[in-house]
């Protein structure tokens, strides 16, 4: 359990202290993969499905290495290799999949409130890797754990989320859970890239990057979704990068020396983001990519019943 909660859906549902459990744990879980033996038994004899409906590389393989590291067995379903192509439904493979008794099913859907549904329906505990535009919760959680580290604390930090708001699970995520640990949210990117009304949820709009970034301690890149979107909501993507885009240039100044950047991957190198700034010495993504692996061994360890005993801290390597 993850408090109160046997699924992890999103984070708008989860509280501070909901949210801390989950980053405090990731804390140990990353001592565990720095040792030379990365390997547990916590979860040992515990099941993983990973059902993903939509690609990926990060959240799939750090879901898969987590639940390895666990000692869990860990089954990679993809759609395309499935019997989704000859008409079976979501909810039939879902519940077909957990008649084999996994312990958590680990779900990436375009449709938003495909886990949502599938936790309504199914015995194991269930949690989103990303459902259409709604939210990505453990990419949001991994965010947060990259500020904690980097900053000690997001108490009075302040964090600007750059791109495609209105398609963006990841945006959604960080603002259901950076307000909730002290930061501020700023929000910036094309009128047409902003959904009407987030104000509501605590963040300040912007649509001049400058003014969006000057003064802040982080600032989350996002590439734009193109995959959710109809009509094109931007001219081109030469306009776009020119207004919305970070270069070098643009963060050497306009950006606090401390400042650090953000993107949860895939980068569309040239169009929100240079590569000098991708890897230049600000970057913290490839920080976030290795702590996704901690932060989903923490996810998975709570939701699938390790016993206290069984506490990575408490397990010698
Ligand atoms: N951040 C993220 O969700 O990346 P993938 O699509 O590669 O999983």
Request: net charge neutral; proline share 5%; glycine share 8%.
């Amino acid at each position: 359990m993850i408090g109160r909660h046997r699924h992890l859906i999103g984070l708008e549902g989860l509280s501070r202290e909901e949210i801390l459990q989950v980053l405090d744990l990731a804390t140990s879980m990353k001592e565990v993969l720095s040792r030379p033996v990365k390997k547990v038994p916590s979860l040992r004899g515990k099941n993983v499905v990973n059902l993903f409906f939509e690609t990926s590389t990060r959240t799939r393989s750090s879901f898969e290495i987590a639940a390895k590291v666990l000692s869990a067995d860990a089954l990679n379903w993809t759609a395309a290799q499935s019997s989704t192509t000859k008409g079976e439904t979501l909810l039939d493979t879902a519940k077909n999949l957990e008649a084999m008794r996994p312990d958590v099913l680990v779900v990436r859907h375009s449709a938003s409130g495909a886990p949502n549904f599938l936790a309504r329906h199914v015995g194991c505990s269930v949690v989103s890797a990303g459902d259409g535009a709604h939210e990505h919760p453990s990419q949001g959680l991994l965010d947060c754990f990259t500020l904690r580290e980097r900053f000690g604390s997001l108490e009075g930090r302040t964090v600007a989320i750059v791109g495609d708001i209105s398609h963006s699970r990841v945006a959604r995520s960080d603002l259901h859970s950076l307000p909730k640990l002290g930061a501020k949210v700023r929000l910036c990117g094309p009128p047409t890239m902003i959904p009407l009304g987030v104000e509501r949820l605590g963040a300040t709009v912007h649509h001049d990057l400058r003014t969006a970034v000057e003064g802040v301690d982080a600032v989350v890149m996002l590439r734009i979704q193109h995959e959710r979107i109809g009509d094109p909501l931007i001219p081109n993507t030469r306009e776009y990068s020119k207004f919305w885009g970070l270069n070098a240039k643009k963060a050497a100044e306009w950006l606090e020396p401390g400042a650090v950047i953000l993107h949860p991957g895939p980068i569309n190198r040239g169009v929100e983001l240079s590569s000098d700034v991708a890897d230049g010495p600000r970057s913290v993504i490839l920080d976030q990519v290795q702590n996704g692996v901690a932060v989903r061994m923490a996810i998975l360890y709570l939701l699938a019943g390790g016993a206290g005993e069984d506490r990575p801290e408490k397990v010698s390597a």
